[in-house]
């Protein structure tokens, strides 16, 4: 039977929009066939060395010995660098707090006191082996609660409110608390952090490094060696993933690299093995989350009020920022009248949390999602039935932070999703299914995403591009960003090649270097191809202006008056253009420049405008710079305008859970992503389905472990799961909507690249949903399921079976 639909929700059902054949990646190619250069794949310089890092093996420790003769006795170990040998020994992409190397106490397990640098890869390894280290250890913080005990913070407390919540959840008629426990993950990107530096001298030190950010990484580089940023120059081509790991922490492994480059004047290339990465570099923020929210009978939310801590790890990196984020999506696509949300970073004796897709938006999606979960169970209601109660819609539209959510598709891709998905006949063939407790527990649920995109500080919401025309019709581009699997290039290259209406092989981007785009933003909040692109677009139609009005001027001339075939004489007049483009109709499509309209249109061939532009002395280059408009967001009150739009979508997930192991399989989800007006759609969908089943991996099977001494132990394939091809969903239907109405954005594009990760949360509260109904066959009432991300095998088991497990193991311990 259909349940009656709420009335706030327009009824409007969304189209999907069909792949207008997308152009495959610019790399797939090379990728396929193995040639993609990556940093290792450079080729070894004569006289190259190979670096490795000593770091502390405890989460708190004083250095009570560090001696490097022994090592540096072994032949072909040529250089051994400590705190000593750095210029300036402090960085941080926020607050500047982190040393590069320990100086007198490691302040978390990974952190690196010695880098050595060696010919070979044997005598580095002895070299290694050989450094005389010894540690005194000491007390450690290792958990959220010991630092809220302990008083240790990053940073202030950071607040949002509005309305009044104490006197909301005391007026309410319902009221849940409870406490949501998040663990952290790794990003496990395939390359590890790596890079090559070849020394100065000749010209600056060139870094070539797997980072997301090329600006941060030069910048600590310069400072590590005490040479003006001028001396150093960071490229970086592409990288095996990066997924936020990439984005503060890569700058280091270049600076240790440096550091050896400079004192052996040889080329040094440092690229860590899997286990080594994943000790020394930072992972997604652990968070807990206290919560109490109020609501009516028909689990319409009243009023929310949530304590966010995070756990930052042993220096600040971007972990405020990730924490604002986080404050900025508690109330992810719900409108919530009543709102006070807290945030403080606890300082811990781990490796430093860092970015990791999403930003903190993974965190307070999952507590809404969570929360909406537990209200359908005391309400007596689908879930589905209370989300769509809380959506925003009309009127109700704007976030606890005061930003009216334009555009707003979420009520319809509700709608859209419930009936694509069969929702409701699913819904009850599940309730069939669990009503036999002999069958693996199902579950179903639906929750969706509305993420920000602009990064929350404003100067970051800039970007500048280089675009170089040639002679022959073909350009060269390069800006800023960074590729790193999502395909920013190749979008770029279509916005670049739709502009002069040339085929996108005839654009070529190049590597980002530092040498051709300076002080550019990380590649990260899903902005790289809104940012850069918006830049190239920028240099692009000054370049378009110039060219249309020399077209412009072309038409009314003689061919034989033509610059091409007077310029070298001397006898005609030179051409001069504004960058403006003449008051005429000028096109640039098919490889032509076309002026006029209809029957008094004239056209010319692209490449032979360009070189008659070059004829006549008019630049066919340019540098665009683009800065993101109307953004209005204050920090300190907590209040505006913090981006320039949301990206939305909806996700339906259904799970089994084996009743014997809690493993949870995921038999089939369905997505609706709204992207707006793709420039790539098959790109898209790949962050779409990639995001998902990497936010799968994070909400189910990834589980980190650290030792008694605070060591990661699961630092390996092995120990740490990632999904695999048979985790994937057994159905997976994703699809993106038709949207053109996202009129803030170039193009009506938004962005792809971090939002869907947020749509696996949907397998997370399916897993509850599952188990809940499980336990309620059993004892008569359906409760809400504590559960922490992620839902291990364990866990879920433990939920499944919680009296056996409390008979097992009270009696085992009374
Ligand atoms: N996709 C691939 N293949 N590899 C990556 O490392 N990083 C994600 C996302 N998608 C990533 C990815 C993250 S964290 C971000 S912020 C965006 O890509 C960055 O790229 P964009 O701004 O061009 O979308
Ligand atoms: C999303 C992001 C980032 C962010 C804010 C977002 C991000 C990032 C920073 C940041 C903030 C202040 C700084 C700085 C970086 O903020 O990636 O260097 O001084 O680096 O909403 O992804
Ligand atoms: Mo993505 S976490 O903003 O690099």
């Not at 006191?113 to 082996?129: K, M, Q």
């Not at 959220?144 to 240790?152: L, M, N, Q, S, V």
Request: aromatic share 6%.
């Amino acid at each position: 039977m259909a349940e009656p639909r709420s009335r706030d929700t327009p009824a409007a059902r969304l189209d999907v929009r069909p792949d207008p054949g997308s152009a495959p990646h610019d790399s797939a190619h090379t990728h396929v066939t193995g040639r993609s250069e990556y940093v290792d794949d450079r080729p070894m310089r004569p006289g190259e060395l190979l670096c490795g890092l000593i770091y502390s093996p405890y989460a708190r420790a004083r250095l009570k010995r560090l001696d490097l003769s022994d090592a540096l006795r072994i032949p072909g170990v040529v250089a051994a660098i400590t705190a000593a040998d750095v210029a300036h020994n402090l960085w941080g992409s926020i607050v500047v707090d982190q040393p590069l190397l320990v100086e007198e106490e490691a302040q978390y397990a990974g952190e690196v006191v010695a880098v050595i640098g060696a010919e070979t890869p044997e005598a580095l390894r002895r070299g290694l082996a050989a450094v005389r280290v010894e540690w005194t250890r000491l007390p450690a913080i290792r958990s959220i609660d010991e630092a809220i005990t302990a008083e240790r913070f990053i940073g202030a407390e950071r607040r949002i409110e509005r309305g009044d919540a104490g006197a909301a959840l005391q007026a309410a008629s319902h009221t849940l608390e409870g406490t949501l426990v998040i663990e952290g993950a790794d990003h496990f990107y395939l390359e590890s952090m790596a890079a090559v530096v070849y020394p100065g001298g000749d010209g600056p030190f060139e870094v070539h490094s797997s980072t997301q950010h090329p600006t941060e990484t030069q910048h600590v580089v310069a400072e590590a060696l005490g040479v003006p940023f001028s001396d150093v120059s960071c490229i970086a081509r592409r990288l095996g993933g990066g997924f936020g790991g990439k984005e503060s922490q890569a700058a280091p492994i270049a600076a240790y690299a440096a550091l050896v480059a400079r004192a052996s004047g040889r080329p040094a290339r440092l690229v860590l093995g899997k286990d080594d990465d994943m000790i020394v570099t930072g992972k997604r923020n652990p968070f807990q989350i206290r919560y109490r929210v109020g609501f009516d009978g028909d689990g319409r939310l009243l009023a929310l009020q949530a304590v966010l801590h995070s756990d930052g790890g042993a220096y600040a990196d971007l972990s405020t920022a990730i924490m604002e984020r986080a404050l900025l999506h508690c109330d992810n696509a719900y409108f919530i009248p009543n709102v006070e949300v807290r945030g403080r970073v606890c300082r811990t004796n781990h490796h430093p949390h860092t970015a990791f897709r999403g930003f903190g938006g993974p965190k307070g999606v999952a507590l809404v999602e969570s929360i909406l979960e537990d209200v359908a169970g005391v309400v007596g209601r689908d879930a589905l039935d209370v989300r769509r109660v809380n959506v925003y819609a009309p009127g109700r539209d704007e976030t606890h932070y005061g930003q009216t959510v334009e555009n707003n598709l979420l009520p319809s891709l509700f709608e859209s999703l419930e009936e694509r998905c069969e929702y409701r006949r699913r819904r009850e063939e599940i309730r069939a299914w669990n009503g036999d407790p002999s069958n693996n527990p199902r579950g179903l649920s639906m929750t969706a995403v509305k993420f920000g995109i602009s990064f929350t500080t404003r100067f970051l919401n800039q970007a500048n591009a280089l675009v170089n025309v040639h002679r022959d019709g073909t350009m060269q581009v390069s800006t800023g960003a960074v590729e790193m699997g999502q395909g920013v290039n190749s979008r770029i290259a279509a916005l670049v090649a739709e502009q002069f209406g040339q085929p996108l092989d005839a654009v070529r981007m190049l590597a980002t270097s530092t040498e051709r785009n300076a002080n550019t933003s990380p590649t990260a909040a899903s902005s790289g191809t809104d940012l850069n692109g918006a830049a190239a677009v920028a240099a692009c139609e000054r370049i378009r202006g110039r060219l249309a009005s020399l077209a412009a001027r072309l038409r009314d001339l003689p061919e034989d008056a033509w610059p091409s075939r007077t310029a070298g004489l001397g006898t005609q007049p030179e051409l001069t253009v504004a960058d403006t483009p003449p008051p005429l109709p000028v096109r640039f499509e098919h490889g032509r420049v076309r002026v006029g309209d209809g029957d008094a249109a004239w056209s010319i061939g692209f490449a032979e405008l360009v070189q008659e532009a070059h004829r006549s002395r008019i630049s066919t280059c340019e540098y665009g710079h683009f800065a993101t408009p109307h953004l209005a967001f204050d920090k300190i009150e907590g209040h505006g305008r913090a981006f320039l739009y949301f990206t939305q979508g909806v996700a339906a997930s259904e799970v089994e859970i084996d009743r014997w192991t809690g493993e949870v399989k995921v038999r089939r989800v369905d997505l609706l992503m709204d992207l707006g007006r793709p420039v790539n759609h098959a790109l898209d969908m790949g962050q779409v389905v990639g995001g998902f089943v990497q936010g799968m991996g994070w909400v189910t099977t990834e589980h980190l472990h650290y030792d008694e001494n605070g060591l990661l132990v699961s630092h390996s394939p092995s120990t740490y799961k990632i999904p695999n091809v048979q985790d994937t969903p057994r159905i997976f239907n994703a699809e993106l909507v038709f949207n053109e109405g996202n009129v803030a954005n170039l193009r009506r594009t938004k962005a792809a690249g971090e939002p869907p990760l947020m749509l696996a949360l949907s397998v997370w509260t399916a897993v509850r949903d599952a188990v809940s109904s499980a336990r309620a066959v059993r004892v008569g009432r359906r409760e809400p399921i504590a559960m922490a991300i992620p839902a291990t095998a364990e866990r879920v088991l433990r939920a499944l079976e919680a009296e056996t497990f409390a008979r097992v193991e009270g009696g085992r311990t009374g």
